[in-house]
Structures are given as C-alpha cells and as structure tokens.
C-alpha cells in the first residue's frame, strides 16, 4: 500500500461529485484499518475519506449508517465535497418521492365540469403542501445541483399560489379563466424534475439503474461474452431499425439461444439479462423468465409431459423460457418409458408453430460437454439455434475469483485485509480441484462461511472499533481450514514402530518434493515431480497407514491441495458389465482429487483381456494423465504379485517409479507395538505375560504382523472382562495377565490360520 502522504495527496484531489474517487471502497476500508493513527491526527483527510466511503455505500443504495453520522458531526462538514455527499443522500429520497407523484393525474381539460376541477386541484394542492416540506432540510448547499431542486420548488411554489386561486375562485362559483396556464406551470415543474434528476450522479439516474449491457459489463470478467452480446445487441437493434424503414429479412437469426458453461459460471445471469435486452428492443412484450428444469417438465405417464409442457410454454408467452441442465430431458440410460422425448417434441413444435411461434424465446443451459452431445443427438431441436446464438461462458481465473470474494464480502459490509486475501486465495485452491467447482457460487458459499465463522466467535461492544467488525484478517481464513493434527506428519512418520528404510525414502521424497515447489515459485526449472507408488508387503505392515501419513506430507509440500486418503479395492472400481466400470473408477478418482487414491490388492485388477479389470486400469492411466498434479495414485498388495501386475501394463510402468517395500515386523518390534496399545488404551501387562508373549513370538511364524497384533490385544482384553465378571474381586481393571494372553493367543492364531 502507499505512504500515508501520497494517500492523502490523492484523496485531497478529488473535487466533484461526478468524478469517481482516485480509491476504490474496499481500498478507503484498508487504508482506515493500516492508517487509523495517522488518520486520527489528521480529520480533514479522514474525512475526506469517510466522504469517499459513503459515495460508494450510497452507490450500493446503502443511504443510512454509521459514515453519515460521522461526516455529519465532522468539524469540516462544511467542506464542499461533504456537503455534496451529504445531501446526496436526501437528493436520492427526494428523487423517488417526485417519481412517485404523478402530475399528469391534475392536468385540467376545459371540458371538465368544475366539481371534478375542483377536486383536482384541491389533490394537488395537497401532494404540493406534502412535497414543500422536503426543500427545508438542503437550504445551505451551494451546488449546481442545489440550483436545480431548487427550482422544483420554485415551480412547485407559483403552481400552489395559482392552484390555491382556482380553487378560491371555484368554491365562489366564478368562472376559471388560467387552466391553460395552470397546465402549463404543471409541465414546467415535471420538466424541473427531469432537470433535476440529469444532474444527480449518473450512477443515481435511474435509467443507468436497469440498464442490462451496463450491468453485463460491470461484471467480473467474461470479456468475449460481453463483447459477443454487446454485438449481438447491436445487431437485433440494427435490424430492428430496417424494419421500421420497410427493409424485409426472411432469415432472421431469431432470438433462441444456448448458453454453456460449468457450475456457478452466471448461466442464469446472462439469461435474465438477454431477456432484458429483448425486451427493451420491443422484440419481447416483457422481460420476464420462466425457469424450468426437467422434473417440472417430464411427466411420469403419457400425455403428462406435453401438458406440462405447453403449460410452461404458455407462462412464458411474452418473455423468455428458460431450461437448465437441458441436457436431463433426454438420458440416454432412461427405458421406453422415459417421456423427456415428448417434451423435446413438444418444446420444438411450440417454436415453429403459428400458435406459440415467435411469440417467446427458448434459451437452454447446461455443461458444455453435456449440451453439445444432447444437441447433437436431437436435430430438431439443434436446428433451432443458430451456431451465432451459442454462448460459452468460461470459468473464471485466480483473479477473477478473488474479485469475486472482495465483492461479496464488500456487499455484507466485509472487506478483507491484504493477507487475508492471499490466505483466501489458498482457500480457493483447496477447493478447486475438479469439474465441479463451482465457480462465483463457490466463491459466495467460501465468503460467507468465513463470515458465519466470524459471527459465532465474536461479540459487539458498544465502544468497540467498528472497523473491526468489517475486516476480515488472515487469522479469520486459517480458522476454516482443516483441522491440524498437534503432530507433523513427518513427526507422526518417526513414531511409527520399524520402517526405518522406508522412513529414509519418504523424507528423501518429501524434501525434493519441497525443494522442487520453492523452485517452482522462483520460476527456476522444475523437474518433474513423480510420486505416484507402489507400495508391497505383507498385510499388517502399516501401508495403508503410511499412505495416510503419506497424502498429508505432500499436502504440506503444497503438492496436494486436500491431502486426504480414500481407500479403494477391486469391487469399488470394477462393475459387472460393459462402460458401467470406467464410470465406477472416475467416480472414485473424483472423491480422491487433491487427495491420495490408495487401491488395494491393486493386482486383481489384472485377471485377463476378457475380465472388467482391464478397463480399470485403463481408466485408471487415462485420468491420472489427466488430473496430474492433482492426485496421487499408490497401488499396493503383496511384492511379486505387484511386480509381476506392474510389468505386464506398460501404461502403469511408465508411471509408477516409487517402489516402497514394508519388511515384516521383527520379534522385538512386534512387542514394542505390544507395549504401545497396551499403553494406548491405559492397561499395563504384568511381566509373566510380557515374558509370554516374547516366547511365543520367538517360537511361532507371525501372519498379519500390526494386524495380528492389534487383535491379540483386543481378544485379551475381552478375555480379562470375562474373567473379571466371573471371579468378581477387587482385581485392577486395568492389568493385563498370562492367562488373559494365552487365552487371546489361541483364539487368534486359530482365526490366522
């Protein structure tokens, strides 16, 4: 941000309404929250400033707050710029209160008999007596816009005086001979009031107020949409104008339109604001739009669906028809009975025919993919639409959406600090990791949790600092991120028993990772960051729970942006027929985005040409290629068995280079993890028991290894609850016995084995 002196250099330039501040109002918000002490001690530019701020709060129709109180107890309210702004704000209501009186309602006829002018002009002198009282409370503003409300009143007083004499002279059953003049002093004033509106503000005018091509082009980004649409509004207004000079067009490009683009991109948006070009071209009788979705169109027995149809066709007569998500009419996977046709037939039939046809305007909307495909498969309704009227809404950039957030915050009377903002944009990151971010409507949802989360953790004090209640600081952002475990996962990593090769492995990885991302933002060259793995060992040897520590590790690396773990095997990829097997394997890379995707038993994907599997795995390499940075894929079973899987695809060769072995646990390592959820759960193990164990561990091959030895655990402590039920003494509940072991050991080894 700038010094304070240039700052102040600045705001002391601004000298007329009609100019916009050098600042922005989310700019004005930070430069009060970082300069409060250098503010403090100079109130001329403070106030200044505070004028700026309520220009724009009454730009956003926001006429009444704490801004007005403070210029209007300033010591410098008498400052030329805070006595514009201040009056702006009653020139506003002023404004609307003449909008709402209707002079022409008291124009005289000579035809008239005079009770019925008498009644008029006793109705005007009344709206005349209410309407004088708004003039009092501007009389010392020295304005061009002062002159103008003031010669509102000036017209509205001679038009009392003469309206007061035809009264007079009606009640005395004289003859009125100044109805002429009457009307004309009438016309006079409503001319006055126009006058009046032009030198407001044209951000106040309230011609600017509805005026679509300005509100298309006052949103954030879009700039081929709006250059398309700025044309095309050129277009139906050029040959609108040949019309009316006799030109004829016999091919009319007409006024149905496609729009696509993903979730939250302003689909809706641009079709309400199509519907209000249309119809300020006379090209539609009203603005309106009915919006409709499948589920209000599709009937669920013959006949249903056309009713509902037309039905809707109908509402929308004079406007516009909107359908979102068109492509839902018409599912491919949907029986005989599915009736989405027969509203197509319906939809189009209603287009072309003399009835309905020309008299309102269809726009559908939808995915781009999805839209293209369900156009193309429906030729009557594809021929309906021009390829000039398809309009593609992109998804919006970094920016963009952070111009969005400030907005949105702005509008709730938040703004955010400068780290906030950065903090925030992280936020966004996490958030955008596949297809279905949605965009603006995303971005709001982020906004406002983020202001839920402030408003449940703060309390307002009536000497509080009311900027405080408006920033929204770096420390407001953080609180929404995932809950942190007290452990890093690197610590987390070293705490786990044995491993100690493939500890070394993980952090060799971790570090490059690391090293490879710093040097990314240094825009130095990068190699290519591979940490898709396979992961092989005997179950028990902690590789799901290693893949979990894992995914969290590159998460704080900054490589991932979610750093969760879905777990996945055979039956959650493969499905028992032809194309429903890669719609299952999408489905799960989708949920492991940002995340880590841990397949297990990966091999049994691998049973042959003729089996599912195989299109799993095609899939599978396909969608890493194409999310790349944006998950990780760790494949896992025992090690031949991955060897022998990995070689025989060579899709999967060439894109799994990190081979990870998890030994079995050893004797020792097998008690320590013994002594550790003994701990864990807060029983001790007396030393005859622990003796026990470590013989039988010498004595016996282990299948199952962390596996085995958490359910010899939990079968001895089930076995010291039955033990102490039975010989009811005062025994500790927490001490763990021989017997209690043995007796868990039988049991166990029998189900191992």
Known sequence: MDNFDLLKNKINQWKHIDDVPPYTEIELLRMIDCYEGELEKD??????????????????????????????????????????????????????????????????????FDPVKLKKAKALSKEITELEKLYDRTSNLQSSLKKAFSLIFDNMTELSDMTNEIIYALEQRKTVQIISLYNEKIERLEKSIILFKEHLPSFMQEE?????????????????????????????????????????????????????????????????????????????????????????????FMGQSEENTLNYVKKALGGVLFIDEAYNLKREDQTGND????????????????????????????????????????????????????????????????????????????????????SFESLIDKSKVDATFGNARTIKDLVLKVIFHMGANRTIHENDDWISHMRISEEDIERLDDVKSNEHPLEELDQLIGLNNLKDEVKKLSAFVQVQQQRKSLNLPVIPIQVHSVFSGNPGTGKTTVAKIFARILKDCGLLKRGHLVVASR???????????????????????????????????????????????????????????????????????????????????????KYFHFDDYSK?????????????????????????????????QINGNGRFIVNLINEAIQYQALRLQLNATNEQFTTLTKEDFQLAWNATRGKNE
């Not at 095609?618 to 990780?632: F, G, Q, S």
């Open 43 to 112: 109130k001329e530019t403070e106030t200044i400033l505070y004028a700026m701020l309520v220009y724009y709060r009454l730009k956003r129709q926001v006429t009444d707050d704490y801004m007005n109180k403070v210029l209007e107890q300033s010591n410098f309210k008498n400052h030329p710029m805070v006595q514009e702004i201040i009056a702006l704000k009653y020139f506003l209501f002023c404004s609307q209160q003449f909008q709402e009186t209707d002079f022409n309602q008291y124009i005289m006829r000579e035809t008239d």
């Open 208 to 300: 600017n107020w509805n005026d679509p091509l300005e509100e298309l082009n006052q949103m954030i980004g879009l700039t081929d949409v709006k250059s398309y649409i700025n044309q095309y509004y050129h277009y139906l207004k050029y040959q609108k104008k040949r019309k009316e000079v006799g030109f004829n067009m016999v091919d009319e490009q007409g006024l149905h339109m496609v729009i696509t683009g993903n979730p939250g991109t302003g689909k809706t948006t641009i079709a309400r604001l199509l519907a209000m070009i249309y119809h300020r071209l006379g090209l539609l009788e009203t603005d309106k739009v009915v919006e409709v979705n499948r589920s209000q169109l599709v009937g669920s």
């Open 668 to 700: 020792d390592e097998l008690m320590e993890m013994v002594q550790y959820h003994v701990k864990k759960y807060e029983y001790t193990i007396l030393d005859e028991a622990a003796a026990y164990l470590k013989n039988q561990f010498r004595a016996n």
């Open 339 to 422: 009736y989405g046709q027969t509203v197509i037939d319906t939809l189009v039939a209603s287009m072309t025919g003399s009835k309905y046809g020309n008299k309102f305007a269809v726009i559908i909307a939808g995915y781009p993919e999805e839209m293209n495909h369900f156009l193309w498969s429906n030729p009557g309704l594809r021929s309906r639409f021009p390829d000039g009227n398809f309009i593609e809404l992109p998804d919006f950039s970094m920016s963009e959406l952070l111009k969005i957030a400030e907005n949105t915050a702005l509008q709730n009377d938040y703004f955010f600090t400068e780290k906030a903002l950065l």
């Open 571 to 657: 039956s959650d990829l493969v499905a028992g027929y032809t194309g429903q097997t890669a719609i299952k394997t999408k489905n799960k890379i989708r949920e492991a985005l940002g995340g880590v995707l841990f397949i297990d038993e990966a091999y049994s994907l691998n049973r042959g040409d003729k089996d599912f599997g195989k299109e799993a795995i095609d899939t599978l390499v396909d969608e890493m290629t194409k999310h790349n940075e944006n998950i990780v894929v760790i494949l896992a079973g025992y090690k031949t068995e991955m060897e022998q899987f990995i070689n025989s695809n060579p899709g999967l060769e060439s894109r799994f280079k």
